[in-house]
T-cell receptor, first 112, second 109 residues
Framework: DGGITQSPKYLFRKEGQNVTLSCEQN?????MYWYRQDPGQGLRLIYY???????QKGDIAEGYSVSREKKESFPLTVTSAQKNPTAFYLC???????????FGPGTRLTVL | AQRVTQPEKLLSVFKGAPVELKCNYS??????LFWYVQYSRQRLQLLLR??SRESIKGFTADLNKGETSFHLKKPFAQEEDSAMYYC???????????FGGGTRLMVKP
């Protein structure tokens, strides 16, 4: 799991601002994912990408955007359209879509 | 639609007691089930998956298709088992994992 890094660890944003969360992996994994973790609700999938230059919406994609220009990078932008962005965000990667997912340490985003 | 339910948000047991974390799922096909664990200040990590039929850290989980359950069990809980546990389902159609809401296990000395 040490092959997945997320930065920053803590992030503060003012209302109305877009913010980008970084996720990098050096595991040569094809698939990458972004989840949102809220207390009592488990993990909910925001976006996923099976391969470079391709990504799909998950269950709660509204107010978020992603890009996958490089295999090792899958940044998530939280836009001002996201109504309740304060949460813990987890990035994960796997060799393929049905393989074990490995998680990063997470980024805690707080909107002030 | 697939769904995973963990009915207990918190489970508290004494050290040495048996523990069972419940997980129920709804899916019409043949799912693949997982248990993930998140220890304090550590990353979420895979604990076990049903196709492996392994025992990891003394934990086992059996897929019961009749009851659509995948409960996690350990006969004698240890304090270091205290963590957040998530049950997850993959429908093996190239689709993503669906997670339950999680159960926090507290093992008291």
């Amino acid at each position: 799991d040490g092959g997945i890094t997320q930065s920053p660890k803590y992030l503060f944003r003012k209302e109305g601002q877009n913010v980008t969360l970084s996720c990098e992996q050096n595991l040569n994994h094809d698939a990458m994912y972004w989840y949102r973790q809220d207390p009592g609700q488990g993990l909910r999938l925001i976006y996923y990408s099976q391969i470079v230059n391709d990504f799909q919406k998950g269950d709660i994609a509204e107010g978020y955007s992603v890009s996958r220009e490089k295999k090792e990078s899958f940044p998530l932008t939280v836009t001002s359209a996201q109504k309740n962005p304060t949460a813990f965000y987890l990035c994960a990667s796997s060799m393929g879509m049905t393989d074990t997912q490995y998680f990063g340490p997470g980024t805690r985003l707080t909107v002030l | 639609a697939q769904r995973v339910t963990q009915p207990e948000k918190l489970l508290s047991v004494f050290k040495g007691a048996p523990v069972e974390l419940k997980c129920n799922y709804s899916y019409s096909g043949s799912p693949e089930l997982f248990w993930y664990v998140q220890y304090s200040r550590q990353r979420l990590q895979l604990l076990l998956r049903h196709i492996s039929r392994e025992s990891i850290k003394g934990f086992t989980a059996d897929l019961n298709k009749g009851e659509t359950s995948f409960h996690l069990k350990k006969p004698f809980a240890q304090e270091e088992d205290s963590a957040m546990y998530y049950c997850a389902l993959n429908n093996n159609a190239g689709n993503m994992l669906t997670f339950g809401g999680g159960t926090r296990l507290m093992v008291k000395p």
